[in-house]
């Protein structure tokens, strides 16, 4: 894997700033100002995507803020430049999901993925702006989804991974119904400067105890352990070196107005004296595919490269890993040229450990 991939494998889309909640970890600066995308922005991204997703499967992901924030019209107007072959994918805190959302998800075919951190006791840090508990909301949310028959995937935060959580969590996730779950160690990164350091055995730990869970019921796609699964397949049958794609995939995050921020949505709306804003450029300037071929001109990505090559030279884990991203190295190091970061530990490493030690003392996985 070396240089920027010339084609993204997808795009982030914010269609607006805003977020109705105010969660305890949560990254983002502006989350309680309603700066919208324009159309035209939206007619500017889908020109060169319609052409990518004529040549192969394409995805727009609209994340926010709270991408529903932008109310339906709005969406659906940003919607309409993009061909019916792109994919698009919403990632929500489902709190305004309701039945006339549900038929719009229907009737754009959008896949939609919603953030809750398990059981009630697990949601505390999701609350409102006036700081009341968003749980209800949220599950009435996903009861919509269920009552319209729309799959769902659940992204869930962890913040103190401890002995009996993963499990608690998975058999909470089977219940809700979500056909795909993510696990995200809650990072250190944007405005939430929270530690997430925590002991080895404790994050292999939890990762060990959540592949036993999904081994005891494996009816959900889990992302993080068929990552690793993926990877130790590759490296029993002698092919690890082709799991990583052959360049990076450079993951451009459209903010709401048209700067272009890649490898990372979260450095979207930072700024810092050495860096600037973190843009390549905007696309009502530029056309997207040129600011992508030129990405290594913009300092910090430059930087990033070199960092991803220490990863390569040093890490014994890039070929499972890659490099991580861009944001940890910044957030956490004030740089983009180090290497491990708490989140990769967090996240690659333990994760990639814990597997493991699940498969050491319990025998292969199902098929
Ligand atoms: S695990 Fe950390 S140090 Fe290793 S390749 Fe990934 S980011 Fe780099």
Redesign the pocket.
């Known amino acids: 894997m070396r240089g920027i991939a010339p084609v993204p494998s997808y795009v982030v889309m914010q269609p607006t700033t805003l977020c109705n909640l105010d969660c305890g970890y949560c990254y983002l600066p502006a989350r309680a100002v309603d700066r919208r995308m324009p159309v035209a922005v939206a007619e500017a991204v889908a020109a060169p995507v319609n052409g990518w997703a004529r040549q192969g499967r394409f995805s727009v992901v609209w994340h926010g803020g709270e991408p529903l924030a932008a109310g339906r019209g709005h969406l659906g107007a940003l919607l309409a430049p993009f061909d019916p072959t792109v994919e698009h994918h919403v990632q929500t805190n489902a709190t305004l999901i309701d039945d006339a959302w549900c038929e719009f998800f229907t009737e754009h075919r959008i896949r939609v993925s919603v953030s809750v951190d398990g059981p009630r006791e697990r949601n505390l840090e999701r609350v409102s702006r006036g700081g009341r508990p968003a749980y209800d909301r949220i599950m009435a949310g996903i009861a919509a989804l269920r009552r319209h028959g729309i799959p769902f995937s659940a992204l869930c935060v962890v913040s103190r991974p401890e002995p009996g959580l993963a499990a608690e969590l998975y058999d909470f996730f089977l219940e809700l119904g979500c056909d795909v779950l993510g696990i995200n160690i809650e990072e250190t990164e944007g405005v939430n400067t929270r530690s997430n350091a925590h002991r080895p055995e404790q994050v292999s730990g939890f990762w060990a105890e959540l592949v036993a869970a999904w081994r005891r019921a494996p009816r959900i796609h889990l992302r993080e352990v068929e990552w690793s699964l993926r990877y130790a397949a590759a490296v029993l049958d002698g092919v690890e070196d082709d799991v990583l794609p052959r360049q990076l995939d450079p993951i451009p995050t459209i903010a709401y107005d048209g700067s272009v921020v890649l490898f990372s949505p979260e450095l979207a709306g930072f700024s810092d004296p050495d860096y600037g804003d973190f843009t390549s450029g905007n696309v009502m300037e530029t056309p997207l595919p040129d600011l992508l071929a030129a990405a290594d001109r913009t300092r910090w990505v430059a930087e990033f490269l070199a960092g991803v090559e220490s990863?390569r030279a040093q890490?014994p884990?890039?070929g499972f890993?890659?490099?991580?991203h861009a944001a940890n190295r910044y957030f956490e190091h004030g740089r983009f040229d180090g290497?491990?970061?708490d989140h990769?530990r967090n996240s690659?490493?333990r994760l990639l450990e814990g597997v493991l030690d699940h498969a050491r003392h319990h025998g292969p996985t199902p098929a």
Do not use: A
């Open positions: 990863c890490c884990y890039f890993c890659g490099g991580g290497t491990e970061t990769c690659k490493i």
